[in-house]
């Protein structure tokens, strides 16, 4: 833990007190999303201190040319940059002509910063004196609408404290700001129009080199008291901005409030040359329903998605707020509904990483849209695959291999990769087993098999061809080895039969093998059509059967383990307890090269293996590699402890499993790894989901049917979840004393509780 300064709460996230040192790291935790855009928690009104300003849409992204590497063979031509849009939440507040600024105030008093994970909406109030001695009081509410995609909302309110005042809001858009992340400091965006009067204002412009064209919009409106100002506004412009600006004299105790109806609209959804006019549709919506019929549908559209996907925990405030927080977070990620977009690693809540997709969502997501959505909504993240395929397939062209072997991207916005770090670019080649068993898990969970034969079974031969031709026959060990990788454990790079990646791969050539005989057997049609377009041979499936049958996998006779690779034990083995904590987190310590000659794992890399495969493996295997790799684990990675606590809960050692649970849960609330100010690590928070439902719930799907083997944290008294198993609602709560289950959709359902099968009607 590297920061206590939230309130526990188990609805709320909530900061008291101002502290300029804090700023940054509240604009990524108090982020809010629709699951179509986003944006950081920044300031409404100026402010002049240190700030991370962003705002974000999903689909819209930048090919920033990358910096390093390019004189490579391979190496990909750019980065793909979530990009900052143009911002439409600025309103300059002007009182008695000083401009508020927080950061230059003379005091700043009862700072409160609030976001109502319940009914979704970001609050802040306080009060401010400023230089020129008028103190004021504001308080303001923000959401961005999950009923209106393209809307968000603000109302702000102040109220002059120890006098009358002058009162100046100037609402407006800026399409002239940049990214923090960049590579070569280009201008993103080019505006090509710009129109405002004396409530409306609209900006256009389109993304350089892809094209993407947004309209950025605003209707303002200004009351007293509650009552609408007969008050008009002066529109204004400059180059890349749009303002409407209103002046008030306001008596002492009484209030000014503007209300701002703003978003997007964009070429992704509308013909370019419709956009504004879209805007002035969604504005006709909007006005019409105003701020408190937008906030009670807003309350009504979250209540909907916490029936479903909360995850109530008694005893232990701390917990549940962690929960819901990755809940909150997830939900206004990806809401399901456009198969275009997918969940980046930051989310709406920064830019680092770029990229709307890595492996991240078909290894930890999926399972969290599954149960807690309906299954169309993982269907779709699949489908985002299948539309990518032929790029895949591109990408692996590109570095040498052949006959439709594809090669999933580290990082992508369309399908093509767009990373550049080598290492992880083209050795973190795991990625494509995380696809493939992404469809298994599918099928394993929904029943749904047709998404194989429709879709899947083509990317599944694609994948194993890229295994196929990736694996190298070893004289020497008379196996096939798989060369030059990087694991899950990004500590080692350019390894040798990582054991991750090498049991991955042969699972995948032995699925792919298995469903194209189903698929033959049973949907002959398919069939027949998937071979005439991929090309398949049996003396091609043959030779991939052989690679499987053959693969080495390093292990250890002295310590009854495999290997994470092969060099794994000629490191020096000194364990994490035994480093100077001063030293910690070591990526922010020591050089490059230290790290990778380290044991030292960031994340669960072998284990990743027994956690995707644990019905492969005895329970005994599994307490056996725990204790060997865990000691050597520094979690440096958001992914890594969310599969330790699953795991640990499965060894019955209850204690490290909740303690597991609490780093996962909390990672950005408590900034474990002192990052958040460059935002939340989204992806991970669909572990988090999984510490307790598969962790502490022990839920498995084994044989078509649910097993559970509940489990309880001795710090709390209760806990619930539910999930949508194959259009059956059940509803889970575990006591220190009983366990429970109910179905609130579906007539029955058999699951098996401790081995034990269980009717639940």
Not at 467 to 478: C, E, H, I, V, Y
Not at 604 to 614: I, K, N, P, V
Not at 640 to 658: F, G, K, N, T, W
Not at 746 to 757: A, D, S, T
């Amino acid at each position: 833990m590297n920061q206590d300064y939230i309130t526990p709460n188990p609805w709320s996230i909530i900061e008291d007190g101002f502290d300029v040192n804090r700023v940054q790291s509240s604009e990524s935790l108090f982020s809010i999303g629709n699951g179509s855009m986003g944006q950081r928690a920044n300031f409404e009104e100026t402010y002049s201190g240190p700030s991370f300003q962003g705002s974000y849409i999903g689909g819209v992204f930048y090919p920033d040319k990358t910096r390093v590497g390019w004189w490579k063979n391979g190496y990909p031509e750019y980065f793909a940059k979530v990009l900052n849009a143009p911002n439409w939440i600025g309103i300059n507040v002007v009182i008695n002509d000083e401009v508020l600024d927080l950061f230059s105030c003379k005091k700043v008093e009862n700072f409160k910063r609030e976001l109502n994970m319940q009914e979704g909406w970001l609050g802040r109030s306080f009060e401010a004196t400023l230089q020129n001695g008028t103190s004021i009081k504001v308080e303001v509410k923000r959401f961005l609408s999950l009923a209106h995609e393209e809307l968000g909302v603000i109302d702000y309110n102040i109220t002059p404290v120890n006098s009358d005042a002058k009162i100046t809001f100037i609402p407006y858009l800026d399409s002239g700001i940049t990214n923090q992340d960049t590579n070569w400091e280009d201008q993103f965006w080019d505006t090509t129009n710009k129109d405002v009067n004396e409530s409306q204002g609209f900006i256009e412009c389109h993304t350089l080199k892809t094209f993407y064209h947004v309209c950025t919009y605003m209707e303002t409106h200004l009351f007293l008291n509650g009552n609408k100002s007969e008050t008009k506004g002066k529109p204004l412009q400059k180059e890349m901005e749009v303002s409407i600006s209103f002046e008030e004299h306001v008596a002492k105790g009484n209030t000014l409030s503007l209300q701002k109806f703003a978003g997007y609209t964009t070429s992704l959804n509308h013909d370019k040359p419709e956009l504004i006019s879209a805007a002035k549709s969604v504005l006709k919506k909007a006005t019409s329903e105003g701020f408190e019929g937008l906030l009670n549908t807003q309350k009504q559209a979250w209540n909907e998605i916490w029936k479903m996907s909360d995850i109530s925990i008694e005893g232990d405030v701390k917990a549940q707020q962690g929960i819901r927080f990755n809940i909150f977070q997830l939900n206004q990620t990806y809401t399901g509904t456009d198969h275009r977009l997918n969940i980046g690693p930051k989310g709406f809540t920064g830019e680092k990483y770029g990229g709307s997709t890595y492996w991240d969502t078909e290894a930890y997501c999926i399972p969290f849209y599954m149960a807690t959505k309906d299954q169309e909504v993982a269907r779709n993240l699949l489908k985002y695959r299948y539309n990518h395929l032929s790029k895949a397939i591109e990408n692996a062209e590109k570095l040498g291999f052949t006959n439709g072997a594809a090669l999933y991207p580290m990082v992508t916005m369309n399908g093509e990769e767009s990373h550049n770090e080598w290492e992880i670019t083209f050795e973190e080649i795991h990625r494509n087993g995380a696809i493939a068993y992404a469809i298994f898990n599918y099928h394993r969970y929904t029943g749904d098999y047709s998404y194989i034969p429709e879709m899947g079974l083509e990317v599944l031969i694609a994948i194993a061809r890229f295994w196929q031709q990736r694996a190298t026959f070893s004289t020497q060990k008379d196996k096939y080895v798989i060369l030059g990788v990087t694991g899950p454990n990004e500590y080692e790079n350019n390894v040798n039969n990582n054991f991750y990646t090498n049991y991955i791969a042969k699972w995948c050539i032995d699925f792919a093998v298995k469903n194209l005989k189903k698929v033959e057997k049973e949907y002959a049609e398919d069939y027949a059509r998937i071979i005439q377009k991929t090309k398949l041979t049996n003396t091609e499936m043959d030779a991939m059967i052989n690679v499987a049958d053959n693969l080495y996998f390093p292990y250890s006779e002295e310590y009854g383990v495999y290997l994470q690779q092969d060099g794994f034990l000629d490191k020096e083995m000194v364990k994490v307890d035994d480093l100077d904590q001063k030293l910690r987190p070591i990526n922010q310590h020591w050089s490059w090269d230290r790290i990778l000659r380290s044991p030292y794992i960031k994340q669960a890399d072998t284990l990743q293996g027994f956690y995707f495969f644990e019905h492969h493996f005895k329970k005994e295997d599994i307490e056996k590699h725990f204790d060997f790799y865990e000691p050597f684990t520094v979690h440096e990675s958001s992914l890594s402890p969310c599969v330790h606590s699953i795991q640990a809960a499965l060894l019955d050692r209850m204690e490290q499993a909740y303690e597991f649970y609490l780093r996962t849960s909390r990672l950005d609330l408590d900034d474990y790894n002192k990052e958040v100010k460059e935002g939340c690590h989204i992806t991970s928070m669909a572990g988090t989901w999984m510490s307790i439902v598969e962790g502490f719930g022990g839920m498995r799907v084994k044989n078509d049917q649910l097993h559970f083997a509940p489990k309880i944290p001795k710090e709390w008294t209760f806990y619930s979840f539910k999930v949508n198993f194959r259009k059956h609602i059940l509803k889970v709560e575990i006591s220190h004393e009983t366990t429970n289950f109910s179905l609130e959709k579906g007539e029955k359902l058999q699951i098996i509780v401790n081995g034990e099968p269980v009717e639940v009607k």
